[in-house]
């Protein structure tokens, strides 16, 4: 090795050791910074070439390189700590659409529907048991009202739901537009990729921001990411592109008349039981996970459940009180509505007033005796009203507690899932520390051969063949 080389060497280790003390600094100056992966110095041995008859032997290498930059990330551990935040944003927002239903049609306090129905049970059980005229006319108007009351807050839970609807309809329109500004902003960051991985710089920084674009992208939508040779990536959502290298494309919502078929919902057709549908470039894109999926399955499947079930139980309380009414005492308001036909919740009515009011049908013993028959055989068949309804709302509640629990759960596991991804690419102080002591000591002994050598040179040059006078 000759003099020089060994300068070249020793400045080669300095540049070294000076590089890993930047980086380390950029590490601990971004402990704090959400999204930033720790970085890394490669170096190598850098080898020295001789080839030749004037080789020498037992000569060292050519010192140290600086061979890269590494941004030090888990591929697997940072796919699955996305998947499962996405999973836990699905669960979060169907928790809170179970929770939306609850207070709607839940059964709590003094005004529930069950509080109503028990109270209109009693009524009819009050009228059934008058013999006489006396009070007649007061108890027959308390049914009547009580009657109304059941049918308009059966009603207005109707209404509750539609409302529901239209909210989780904004709210999906919302999270659209977000994913359609973070597609936009993943192609760019592509772009500004592509071009810097070409040009030899490192664009670490930019792969940090573009890994937090693909968190929030995958946290509304479940969407996968597919890595390129060129430092891009594309953005699939379920098996549309809306993402690929430096172009993105806009996802959008459609509603239609069932998952089949593809007709467009006509202006001032009922709301809940049409589908919310995500397409991109006519391509449909319904997310697999994520919090999009949650409020569109919501708004196409849970709320169109629940409003069925309002259906069913108001057309098992017109049925079953009309039939032992023996004529028609709950109706719909629905142009053609035929009795025995199904009662929609959002319709139903009391068919009978003052005037038309029978529960008696006028026999017995004596002059002008009444038996109260069609009110004891209402107040007798009124049990199987409240059976139903408490049957919804168990079901419902249940519903409810194991959406949250299913969302509790879910949290958790993205929690560790985060963790995990972290504890590879986040940045921990007692090693950064122990890498910048490395450092400055390498640092010092790379000065410390420069010394020696510039000393060695200094005798030489200087001391070299110097005779005493």
């Known amino acids: ?4 080389s060994g300068i070249n060497n020793a400045s080669r280790a300095l540049s070294a050791a000076q590089r890993g003390m930047e980086v380390t600094g950029q590490n601990i100056a971004n402990v ?5 992966s720790r970085q890394r ?25 600086v061979t890269g930059l590494t941004r030090v990330s888990d591929a697997l551990a940072t ?3 996305r998947q ?15 929770s939306g239903i609850e207070s709607a049609i839940g059964d709590t306090g003094a005004t529930g529907l069950s509080k109503n129905l028990a109270d209109l049970s009693a009524s009819w059980s009050d009228l059934a048991a008058k013999s006489g005229t006396d009070g007649l006319a007061g108890a027959q108007s308390l049914v009547i009202t009580r009657s109304q009351t059941v049918a308009t807050q059966v009603s207005g839970m109707n209404d509750q739901l539609e409302a529901q609807y239209d909210q989780l309809g904004l709210q999906a329109q919302t999270l659209a537009s977000q994913a359609n500004t973070i597609a ?31 968190t929030q992208l995958a946290d509304i939508t479940g969407s996968r990411v597919v890595n390129r040779d060129n430092g891009t990536v594309d953005v699939f959502v379920g098996n549309a592109t809306i993402v690929s290298g430096d172009f993105s494309y806009e996802m959008r919502l459609s509603t239609q008349t069932s998952p089949t078929d593809k007709t467009a919902v006509a202006a001032g057709a009922e709301k809940i039981g049409n589908q919310i549908v995500a397409s991109i ?21 849970t709320l169109a459940d629940q409003q069925k079930g309002l259906d069913d139980f108001a057309t098992t309380l017109a049925s079953t009180v009309n039939t032992a009414y023996g004529a028609t005492f709950f109706s719909s308001v629905a142009p053609g509505w035929t009795a025995g036909s199904p009662v929609k919740a959002s319709q139903l009515q009391v068919a009978v007033t003052s005037s038309t009011f029978r529960d008696s049908s006028g026999t017995g013993t004596g002059t002008g005796s009444a038996d109260r028959a069609y009110a004891k055989a209402v107040s007798g068949a009124f049990a199987d009203v409240k059976s139903s309804w408490r049957t919804n709302v168990t079901n419902l509640a249940a519903s409810t507690q194991s959406a949250s629990n299913r969302a509790d759960l879910a949290s958790q596991v993205s929690l560790k899932s985060s963790a995990v991804a972290d504890g590879v690419s986040g940045v921990n102080l007692d090693e950064e520390m122990t890498n910048l002591v490395a450092y400055q000591h390498a640092y010092s002994a790379a000065a410390r051969v420069l010394t020696s050598i510039d000393e060695a040179l200094d005798t030489l040059i200087n001391r070299t063949g110097l005779v005493g006078r």
């Open 184 to 214: 936009t902003n993943v192609a760019k960051l592509n772009t500004s990729i592509r071009e810097t991985l070409g040009n030899g710089a490192s664009a670490n920084e930019l792969m940090d921001q573009r890994d937090q674009y693909l």
């Open 84 to 98: 499962d935040s996405a999973a836990a944003k699905e669960q979060a927002a169907a928790s809170t659409v179970w």
């Open 1 to 4: 090795m000759s003099t020089f």
């Open 281 to 301: 470039g006519g391509q449909d894109a319904g997310p697999v996970t994520g919090s999009l999926k949650g409020v569109l399955d919501g708004a196409n499947k």
């Open 79 to 81: 796919a699955t700590a």
């Open 32 to 36: 704090n910074t959400d999204g930033y």
């Open 41 to 65: 110095v490669e170096q190598s041995a850098s080898v020295l070439n001789q080839t030749g008859q004037f080789t020498q032997k037992y000569v060292p290498g050519d010192g140290v390189v």
